[in-house]
């Protein structure tokens, strides 16, 4: 039996691995060492990460350090990972507990890792953070900036090939697929990067260009090209990408809806 908190994602995650050591004894001393020696999700995601990350020339012990350094000094951090991780639970049919994305989901534990380099980032850290985003594109095949900008209840499903720029904002509640770029043009310095409001899903292989904004609750097709604003609620789709119709749903980010209508008619 595990003891409780007020923490419910962590007593979750802890209940859930006590019943995965009952099925699958052979994972006991992984569970152990990821979930169940730890005090808190913060505990654990700082051993997973520094577990994930470390290198020859940065140890596990010294980055487990960094990590708890970054998630100390961010009191809001701790609402952010959490928020991930109930998108990951809500959004994603493949992930049936709120421990997977912690255990295995690379997606979630890029997310959290590129929310530690932002930290050193923003602490003038430069090449802390620029050496922890490497390392995170090495591992994860995830490259996000360490200056961009991301919000909470973020989901990076798959997560292969994602790369997020220097100048980009991402809000609240927002789902990207797998080989999603918000990219530059290529011909373009500072704020070059597009912005991306709440709410808005970008589907597998969209590609966001340029200082453009994309508007709150929008919905990018697969493999669109987008290279202009586009405002709230449009579906997008094709290259270059064009508004085809309104976004059904209210938050497309949360009903993950991959079906494209334009003009109230599927495509």
Not at 30 to 53: G, R
Not at 208 to 216: A, D, M, P, Q
């Amino acid at each position: 039996m595990t003891e409780t908190s007020d923490d419910p994602v962590w007593d979750a995650i802890r209940a859930e691995a006590m019943e995965a050591i009952e099925k699958e004894p052979t994972l006991s001393s992984f569970l152990y060492a990821v979930i169940l020696n730890h005090a808190t999700l913060e505990d654990a995601l700082s051993f997973q990460l520094a577990a994930k990350l470390e290198s020859v020339t940065l140890p596990a012990l010294t980055l487990r350090e960094l990590v708890d350094e970054a998630f100390r000094n961010q009191p809001f951090i701790g609402e952010d990972i959490r928020e991930d991780i109930r998108a990951v639970r809500q959004r994603d049919p493949a992930c049936r507990m709120f421990c997977m994305p912690l255990l295995y989901f690379k997606g979630f534990q890029a997310l959290q890792a590129h929310r530690v380099a932002h930290y050193y980032w923003c602490q003038g850290r430069m090449h802390l953070a620029l050496f922890l985003q490497s390392r995170m594109s090495e591992v994860f095949a995830v490259d996000i900036h360490p200056a961009a900008r991301i919000g909470k209840g973020i989901m990076i499903d798959h997560a292969t090939g994602v790369v997020i720029g220097e100048t980009a904002i991402v809000g609240d509640n927002v789902s990207l697929l797998h080989a999603v770029t918000l990219g530059g043009t290529g011909k373009e310095w500072g704020d070059r990067h597009p912005k991306i409001h709440d709410g808005v899903m970008i589907a597998a292989g969209a590609k966001i260009l340029g200082n453009v904004t994309i508007g709150k609750g929008c919905k990018i097709a697969a493999g669109a090209v987008v290279l202009q604003d586009m405002p709230p609620h449009t579906t997008v789709a094709g290259v270059p990408g064009k508004p085809v119709g309104s976004a059904r749903e209210e938050v497309p980010a949360f009903e993950m809806n991959q079906t494209i209508s334009e003009n109230g008619k599927s495509i």
